[in-house]
């Protein structure tokens, strides 16, 4: 058992950090669909932190001087607890949240059915059998459903 090759002679040991990210790239292209339980995914997570560090960045807040010649990063980390974010600060996270949102509200998951049809099915395969076989023997049943739903069946 064990390894099938020792670690120094892989062939990828001598390559560079552009090829090995190049290799990484390719390795994740396929991979890029995020949707129902795979949306939070690391990579889907670590996309959106980027994202918004690159917002932030591209703000130009960040990395301001504050004082004693430290940056406004450096200095949080020493005053932990004891920060008080400014206004333009608080204006810029409102705006993130409303922009989230905004493109949460955009997105809807498509129903199928009629919210306000009756429902005749437990699972969506019953659903599917039981269109056939309203599809077949409605015309037959008609008059029987609506004295049901009447109360005057015999």
Same mark, same amino acid.
């Given at each position: 058992?064990?390894?099938?090759?020792?670690?120094?002679?892989?062939?990828?040991?001598?390559?560079?950090?552009?090829?090995?990210?190049?290799?990484?790239?390719?390795?994740?292209? =396929?991979?890029?669909? $995020?949707? +129902?339980?795979?949306?939070?995914? /690391?990579?889907? !997570?670590?996309?959106?932190?980027? %994202?918004?560090?690159?917002?932030?960045?591209?703000?130009?807040?960040? =990395?301001?001087?504050? $004082?004693? +010649?430290?940056?406004?990063?450096? /200095?949080?980390? !020493?005053?932990?607890?004891?920060? %008080?974010?400014?206004?333009?600060?608080?204006?810029?996270?409102?705006?993130?949240?409303?922009?989230?949102?905004?493109?949460?509200?955009?997105?809807?998951?498509?129903?199928?059915?009629?919210?306000?049809?009756?429902?005749?099915?437990?699972?969506?395969?019953?659903?599917?059998?039981?269109?056939?076989?309203?599809?077949?023997?409605?015309?037959?049943?008609?008059?029987?459903?609506?004295?049901?739903?009447?109360?005057?069946?015999?």
């Amino acid at each position: 058992g064990g390894m099938a090759r020792k670690t120094q002679d892989s062939p990828w040991m001598n390559d560079t950090v552009e090829q090995a990210a190049a290799r990484y790239r390719k390795s994740k292209r =396929g991979q890029d669909q $995020s949707f +129902g339980w795979n949306i939070f995914n /690391q990579d889907t !997570l670590f996309r959106t932190y980027e %994202k918004r560090v690159n917002l932030m960045l591209s703000d130009g807040n960040v =990395g301001r001087v504050v $004082s004693g +010649g430290k940056t406004e990063l450096a /200095q949080l980390s !020493l005053d932990h607890g004891t920060h %008080k974010p400014s206004e333009a600060d608080i204006d810029r996270m409102v705006g993130e949240l409303e922009r989230t949102q905004a493109r949460r509200a955009t997105f809807h998951r498509r129903r199928q059915f009629v919210e306000d049809a009756t429902v005749t099915f437990i699972n969506d395969r019953n659903q599917k059998f039981n269109a056939k076989v309203a599809r077949a023997f409605d015309k037959y049943t008609q008059e029987t459903r609506a004295a049901l739903e009447r109360g005057t069946a015999l």
